[in-house]
């Protein structure tokens, strides 16, 4: 159990990030979508999608943005 689900979902996002992977994953809820919405609107991430899974909790996929200037 994740007691800050912001704390992990941007720490998820820098450590994949620093590990130049394409994209990361991590459990959907209301709160974490709007905030990958935002991240999307604002230019910080690429694109995001909700992958329906066999358990009871669905994944949010994000697709990083790499700065290669």
Do not use: C, W
């Not at 994953?25 to 066999?54: C, H, N, R, W």
């Amino acid at each position: 159990m994740v007691n800050d689900p912001i704390a992990d979902l941007l720490t998820r996002i820098r450590n994949a990030n620093l590990r130049n992977h394409k994209a990361v994953v991590v459990p959907q809820t209301k709160m974490l979508e709007s905030i990958t919405a935002i991240l999307k609107e604002e230019g910080y991430i690429e694109d995001f999608e909700i992958v329906d899974t066999e358990a009871a909790q669905n994944d949010i996929q994000i697709t990083l943005k790499y700065d290669k200037g």
